[in-house]
């Protein structure tokens, strides 16, 4: 029997990257998945289709998680399609890099929105079924930057590092509903990314990674695999950095 079989996904931000190879690591163990996307439907659509093509049932929706009215349209459609969601992954996030002096109110709320907000709106929506049924799996994303500081990314970190309180919170009020909620940190990983958003070039090195190459979205779709399983059953509210020993924690 597959590690997921029987249980039903959603992961947010799920096009491309990180979410796309979650998705798919996911289906490979026979999960059945919610492909979500902001905007881009044909994207969404692929990755539903190469999930499906694994065996398992495969459904996508455009969603901005900033928008509450959005997430609860796209839980609605996910659980009268599948009846629950057994596993949400909150990967959907924006990372523009300005001096923080520049950063306008505008801005922040764009950030906290996504990367914040989006969080808490898609977890509210899913967590009481959750409850109910005795079972749930929830992981937020942070980042390395965020832990150690980065110059040009305040608002970023400061919205990603709310998710640790969230978290931790979360895992200690719902651990006895057998809802286990963790993080995952990435460090640099080889993704294609909006380099408007990288003025400095981005993560395109290796330089000062002990394991002396970057991080590959499977590194981390793994990651998620291994905590939603009942592999790691013993681990709730905790970070797990997938960096490569850039930095310790």
Same mark, same amino acid.
């Given at each position: #029997?597959?590690?997921?079989?029987?249980?039903?996904? @959603?992961?947010?931000?799920?096009?491309?990257?990180?979410? !796309?190879?979650?998705?798919?690591?996911?289906?490979?163990?026979?999960?059945?998945?919610?492909?979500?996307?902001?905007?881009? $439907?044909?994207?969404?659509?692929?990755?539903?289709?190469?999930?499906?093509?694994?065996?398992?049932?495969?459904?996508?929706? @455009?969603? %901005?998680?900033?928008?509450? $009215? $959005?997430?609860?349209?796209?839980?609605?459609?996910?659980?009268?399609? +599948?009846?629950? /969601?057994?596993?949400?992954?909150?990967?959907?996030?924006? !990372?523009?890099?300005?001096? +923080?002096?520049?950063?306008?109110?505008?801005? =922040?709320?764009?950030? !906290?929105?996504? /990367?914040? %907000?989006?969080?808490?709106?898609?977890?509210? $929506?899913?967590?009481?079924?959750?409850?109910?049924?005795?079972?749930?799996?929830? @992981?937020? +994303?942070?980042?390395?930057?965020?832990?150690?500081?980065?110059?040009?990314?305040?608002?970023?970190?400061?919205?990603?590092?709310?998710?640790?309180?969230?978290? !931790?919170?979360?895992?200690?009020?719902?651990?006895?509903?057998?809802?286990?909620?963790?993080?995952?940190?990435?460090?640099? /990983?080889?993704?294609?990314?909006? #380099?408007? =958003?990288?003025?400095?070039?981005? #993560?395109?090195?290796?330089?000062?990674?002990?394991?002396?190459?970057?991080?590959?979205? %499977?590194?981390?779709?793994?990651?998620?695999?291994?905590?939603?399983? %009942?592999?790691?059953?013993?681990?709730?509210?905790?970070?797990?950095?997938?960096?490569?020993?850039?930095?310790?924690?």
């Amino acid at each position: #029997m597959k590690k997921l079989e029987g249980r039903v996904a @959603l992961v947010t931000g799920a096009g491309r990257n990180i979410g !796309r190879a979650t998705i798919l690591k996911l289906a490979s163990e026979g999960a059945d998945v919610i492909v979500n996307a902001r905007s881009n $439907q044909a994207e969404a659509d692929s990755v539903a289709e190469e999930a499906h093509a694994l065996g398992v049932k495969a459904m996508s929706i @455009l969603a %901005d998680v900033s928008d509450p $009215q $959005q997430v609860e349209s796209m839980v609605s459609r996910a659980m009268e399609e +599948f009846g629950k /969601i057994d596993i949400l992954i909150n990967n959907a996030a924006i !990372r523009p890099h300005m001096p +923080f002096t520049e950063v306008s109110l505008e801005d =922040w709320e764009r950030v !906290r929105g996504v /990367i914040l %907000d989006g969080s808490v709106y898609c977890t509210r $929506q899913v967590i009481p079924s959750m409850a109910e049924q005795g079972y749930g799996r929830v @992981l937020f +994303f942070t980042g390395d930057g965020s832990y150690t500081g980065g110059a040009d990314r305040a608002h970023v970190s400061a919205a990603k590092m709310g998710l640790v309180g969230l978290a !931790r919170a979360l895992a200690t009020e719902f651990a006895p509903k057998n809802i286990r909620v963790n993080i995952v940190s990435p460090g640099k /990983i080889d993704t294609s990314r909006d #380099m408007a =958003w990288y003025p400095e070039g981005g #993560m395109s090195e290796a330089t000062g990674i002990p394991l002396g190459r970057l991080g590959t979205v %499977d590194d981390i779709a793994s990651t998620c695999l291994f905590l939603v399983s %009942d592999d790691c059953g013993f681990i709730t509210g905790q970070t797990i950095h997938v960096n490569g020993g850039t930095t310790y924690h």
